[in-house]
């Protein structure tokens, strides 16, 4: 069975310039998750979708960042504009009604 | 708010056994989680054990959960060179909402 896939994996950008990352969750996976984790962190949530339903977005920087998951599968998360302190790896996740939580292999993103 | 705190380090032998341990102030956690990281790799489910148990093994890996005194450890037997990594531990309510520690670099020495 296939893991939690994201693209791309690096990313480098200047900043003010937008960007976006794509995950695609494992199948059957109901919930899914994006994760910013900064270096010599923990990750922490960004917001949690229920199918196509956004359930925790509280952390989510409003101004500048947006996330959709139009079909309940595929998620897509961006930074417009982008700064300096955006520079972290983004991290999807994804479950199926339970605790198991698997992650992606992350997207590491510069802003320069 | 919710706090789980672990040591930044631990250096161990190879051959033998890695604890990992964990402190959480959450009395409503529900679960409690091991992630392992690798370099430049996201983050691998270790295991992860109900707040309503004591212990649970794995192969290798024992987890002991003590709730009266919130903490949480991970024993790792034989450690060899590939258990090299940081170990995360997290938290989580009954909504499955992740509190996470800052990780423990293990550290192999030959």
Not at chain 1, 91 to 98: F, K, M
Not at chain 2, 29 to 50: D, H, V
């Amino acid at each position: 069975e296939a893991g939690v896939v994201q693209s791309p994996r690096y990313k480098i950008i200047e900043k003010k310039q937008p960007v976006a990352f794509w995950c695609n969750p494992i199948s059957g996976h109901n919930t899914l998750y994006w994760y910013r984790q900064n270096l010599g962190q923990g990750p922490e949530l960004l917001i949690r979708y229920e199918n196509e339903e956004a359930v925790d977005d509280s952390q989510l920087p409003k101004d500048r960042f947006s996330a959709e998951r139009l079909k309940g599968v595929d998620s897509t998360l961006k930074i417009q504009p982008a700064e300096l302190g955006d520079s972290a790896v983004y991290l999807c996740a994804s479950s199926l009604d339970g605790p198991t939580i698997l992650f992606g292999p992350g997207t590491r993103l510069t802003v320069l | 708010g919710e706090d789980v705190e672990q040591s930044l380090f631990l250096s161990v032998r190879e051959g033998d056994s890695s604890v990992i341990n964990c402190t959480y102030t959450d009395s409503s956690s529900t679960y409690l989680y091991w992630y392992k990281q690798e370099p430049g790799a996201g983050l691998q489910l270790l295991t992860y054990i109900f707040s309503n148990m004591d212990m649970k093994q794995d192969q290798r890996l024992t987890v002991l959960l003590n709730k009266k005194d919130k903490h949480l450890s991970l024993r790792i037997a034989d450690t060899q060179t590939g258990d090299s990594a940081i170990y995360f531990c997290a938290e989580s309510n009954s909504n499955y909402q992740l509190i996470w520690g800052a990780g423990t670099k293990l550290i192999i020495k030959p």
